[in-house]
């Protein structure tokens, strides 16, 4: 709409525009879940709004109005979307602002790579509001400044369609909010549509009652009841055909978002088997180290260091890589997550590290929240990959010596050893055991063949293991021989040897495998058993967790009592006793395999680099972003073009000499069309060339006109003659015009709409 703006036409659209907004901004409440999405989307509507008022009024211009809406976005960017960084919850800080510049571009990858609810973590808050701020300023500035007002609903279905893409598999009340935007937006349109007919027939009063020489006031009668009214119904009909179509025939499926097409950016398949590297913290070197210093847990606490739930016959392994194992998709998750919902009790406990290093982050319970510290805490925070089916936690940036981090969560309600036998498998879904020794099945059935319940059964295999069992690492010259490993041969050795010894390693596989065989799912866990508050290698242990009906996933210890182990005498005199094969134990594989790369897109760039390299390197990333982000601007400019060259090329390479002379002239009546002349509906090739009034016109319309309606086919030189005229004529078109008059000429669609086009496909 030009021209003076009424005060009624503002508010009306300024009301039914913020209605529009805050429904498509409302879609983004699953992401974020915060009351800081609340205050983000009130201060952008009304920034938005007063911005788009004040351009208005000051008649600023499109990039005018963009710059004082950067400004905005820098003024009230901190508080609202960084409040984390904001000084007295007002005031910005210079870290705020770097946050802030960077979220522009980072924040939108940062959302579909972290697990949601995301709440005001970090700069996640940003793409929000450049949504918002965005989307008020354009769809104001659209309405009050342009003659096409109805495309000002373009910009909340932009943000609505935007927040679903970016949002969960599992929307929250998806119908409602679609429908109720979609009512808002036809009663936008249907109000355009009453005002400029009103503004047309008001005109066309006044023009008559001027002539007449009659003065009347104008009234604001709204004539146009009986088509709001209507619109009303039929939308009301089709939201209640929709709501019960839904309500019979429910989809399937879940929907397909942009996060559940992007690979996961810390995949666990790409690192060693953490349980494999059991024996290194019982070597002489790392048996006695501190590896980290524990506070705020009582002495006897499981910290969890990895739970590994797939199993094939090799080694137990963090995820599947031939099925989809719920415990192998980690995620970047907020600092907080809600538990509200899990019995347990709460604990606090702060690690500072010493001697350990890896990618396994040590936890305790079902993560509430972490805070990284120290100087890499930046850098440890933005590496955090959470696992909420089996708890497991990791940081791609690895632990090294001197970090530092406090750690709340929940330690889940647990049985006490006698509601063990009560116990009924649960449902959850592990993957499927790729091989298990047949041993192992007979040593099952020989320890719970007297029990009928699963929990009892459950229970005579742990008192079965802890009764025959022996620990032993096999490190010390004195201890007797264990083999390091847990394959199908090393459990299958375990379990048929005249004497059960072995470590946490294979007894917590052994009795995974067997609870798996009893119902119930099983997986094993690799972590320490706090004894002092300095967590040393002989700390480590592994243990089994079982999911049940009761309680969900209970933890369970496989290991036998420490305790003598007796000299071996076999009880078959026959038997021929062969000595164990001495095996040294394997060489600690490094934590990473050879073929894993950092999988995190935004590694940074080595240390080792010369500094001049890396500002090449980050200006060449900057300057391939801004070029592809051109590319996309200018795609659509570059389609209408190369259709125009297109349709020149048919007409220059027409079958017939005649064809051509006749396509010549199409394209000099398309010329004149796309730089803004309207010749006559219908008129003859004389009235068209009438509309540039040059004579070189007249003489190509006389030309065109002899070489049709001659009978005889014009001569190849003739038809070159034509078309040289026509380039003559395109050049004076293009004469006294600026560069930018000239290229609005060339991606002019005027020429591209009706016949044209479809004469163009046909051929």
């Known amino acids: 709409m030009t021209g003076t703006v009424s005060r009624s036409f503002l508010l009306v659209t300024t009301a039914l525009l913020w209605s529009a907004i805050a429904l498509a901004a409302a879609a983004m409440w699953p992401i974020y879940r915060s009351p800081e999405l609340i205050t983000l989307i009130a ?5 938005g709004t007063l911005l788009a008022v004040v351009s208005l009024v000051r008649r600023w211009s499109f990039v005018i109005t963009a710059i004082a809406a950067v400004v905005v976005f820098l003024v009230i960017g901190v508080p609202v979307a960084v409040p984390s960084a904001a000084q007295y919850s007002v005031l910005p800080t210079p870290s705020g ?18 697990s ?34 109805e ?33 808002v937006v036809a009663l936008t349109l249907v109000w355009f549509r009453w005002r400029r007919r009103r503004d047309t027939v008001n005109a066309l009063e006044a023009t008559r009652d001027t002539a007449r020489g009659v003065q009347r006031t104008r009234e604001f009668g709204f004539a146009g009841a009986r088509t709001v009214v ?12 929709a709501v019960g179509i839904t309500s019979l025939l429910p989809p399937s499926n879940d929907r397909s978002v942009l996060r559940t097409t992007i690979v996961e950016p810390f995949d666990p398949r790409d690192y060693v088997s953490p349980l494999s590297g059991f024996r290194s913290y019982w070597q002489p070197s790392s048996a006695n180290s501190a590896l980290f210093v524990v506070s705020g847990v009582p002495l006897g606490t499981r910290i969890r260091l990895a739970t590994l739930d797939s199993y094939d016959g090799i080694v137990y392994a963090v995820g599947s890589g031939r099925v989809t194992s719920a415990s ?35 936890t305790v319970g079902l993560l509430e929240e972490i805070n990284f510290d120290g100087a890499r805490a930046s850098a440890l ?23 530092s981090y406090s750690f709340r969560g929940v330690l889940t309600t647990q049985p006490s050893a006698e509601e063990v036998q009560s116990l009924t498998p649960g449902t959850a879904e592990v993957p499927p055991i790729g091989e298990s020794p047949a041993q192992l099945t007979e040593k099952l059935d020989q320890y719970a063949g007297g029990t009928t319940t699963p929990g009892e059964r459950l229970a005579a295999m742990l008192s079965g293991l802890a009764a025959d069992g022996y620990v032993s690492h096999g490190v010390g010259v004195d201890e007797p021989v264990s083999r390091s490993g847990h394959s199908a041969g090393r459990i299958a050795e375990l379990v048929t040897a005249p004497q059960m010894i072995g470590d946490g390693e294979q007894y917590a596989v052994a009795a995974s495998l067997m609870a798996n065989e009893l119902g119930f799912p099983a997986r094993a866990v690799l972590g320490f058993v706090t004894s002092d508050p300095q967590i040393r290698g002989d700390d480590v242990q592994a243990w089994i967790e079982v999911n049940t009906a009761e309680y969900g996933w209970v933890t369970l210890d496989p290991n036998p009592p420490l305790r003598e182990i007796p000299t071996e005498l076999p009880d078959d005199a026959a038997q021929v006793a062969r000595p164990q094969t001495i095996v040294e134990p394997p060489e600690v594989e490094s934590d990473v395999t050879n073929r894993q790369s950092n999988p995190d897109s935004e590694q940074a760039l080595q240390s080792g680099l010369d500094p001049v390299l890396q500002a090449v390197l980050a200006a060449l990333r900057i300057l391939g972003g801004v070029l592809l982000v051109l590319l996309v601007l200018a795609a659509p400019f570059a389609v209408i073009i190369a259709a125009k060259v297109r349709r020149r090329l048919l007409r220059r390479r027409a079958n017939t000499t005649l064809g051509q002379i006749s396509g010549g002239w199409q394209e000099f009546a398309d010329a004149l069309v796309d730089h803004g002349y309207s010749p006559p509906p219908s008129a003859t090739r004389t009235e068209i060339a009438g509309v540039l009034q040059v004579p070189e016109a007249y003489e190509l319309a006389v030309h065109a006109d002899r070489a049709i309606f001659s009978g005889a086919d014009p001569r ?33 669609l005027r020429s591209l709409g009706g016949d044209s086009v479809t004469r163009l496909f046909r051929q």
């Open 716 to 748: 190849s030189d003739e038809v070159d003659e034509f078309w040289t005229k026509v380039a003559h004529l395109e050049n004076q078109l293009h004469a006294g015009l600026s560069r930018r008059a000239r290229l609005r000429s060339k991606i002019s």
């Open 328 to 362: 192998g998709s980690f995620t970047r998750v907020p600092s907080r997550v809600d538990q509200s919902d899990v019995a347990g009790d709460q604990v606090t406990m702060s690690i500072t590290v010493a001697g350990y290093t890896g990618v396994w982050l040590p």
């Open 97 to 114: 602002l770097v946050d802030l510049v960077f979220g522009v571009a980072l924040g939108w990858k940062q959302l579909l790579t972290i």
């Open 381 to 403: 925070g933005d590496s955090f990959y959470y696992n909420t089916v089996s708890g497991t936690a990791a940081v791609t940036e690895r632990l090294t010596s001197g970090d």
């Open 116 to 149: 949601l609810p995301v709440g005001s973590y970090q700069a996640l808050l940003v793409p929000a509001l450049v949504l918002v701020l965005g989307s008020t300023v354009v769809s104001l500035s659209i309405a009050f400044r342009t003659r096409a007002a």
């Open 43 to 47: 201060a952008g509507i009304a920034a």
């Open 230 to 241: 209507s619109a009303v119904v039929v939308l009301a009909l089709a939201a209640s055909a």
């Open 151 to 183: 495309l000002s609903v373009i910009s909340p279905i932009v943000v609505f369609v935007t927040a679903v893409a970016f949002g969960p598999t599992y929307p929250a009340r998806p119908l409602i909010l679609a429908m109720s935007l979609l009512i």
